[in-house]
């Protein structure tokens, strides 16, 4: 029996084999996971109903699992509004920078070889997509 509340065996695995600058890709519910994300990650299937499991609630459980340095966000087209998951991922991150990437240059770096895990959600919030990036354990910590 697991000390951990995310219990997962496939996202377990993957953050296990995962290493420091390996990527995460939380996928909304309208993200192309089979064909814009990296050949060597592992896909993880969330998306039982629509609405039914979101990208901040498997955001919170990972921020308790793994480190993180950096993270991207993909951001609608220059003069739209920036979307409300957005600025909830900005507060649950902070002091983490979040930077935004337009719709293709976020699928160029879900592409990236450094992709360890896809995960796709049901969250129905357009632009709700976020990519991480694993960053180190504190030196002498143990959770």
Known sequence: MLLTELLHPGILESLAGAGHGARILLADGHYPVSTASGDRARTVHLNLAPGLLDVTTVLDVLLRAVPVESAHV????????????IAEYRSRLAPVPVEPLDRFAFYDAAHSP???L??????IRTYANLLLTIGVRAEGTLT
């Open 118 to 123: 896809a995960v796709a959600t049901a969250d």
């Open 114 to 116: 450094d992709l360890a």
């Open 74 to 85: 993909m951001v609608p087209p220059e003069g739209e509004p920036e979307p409300p998951a």
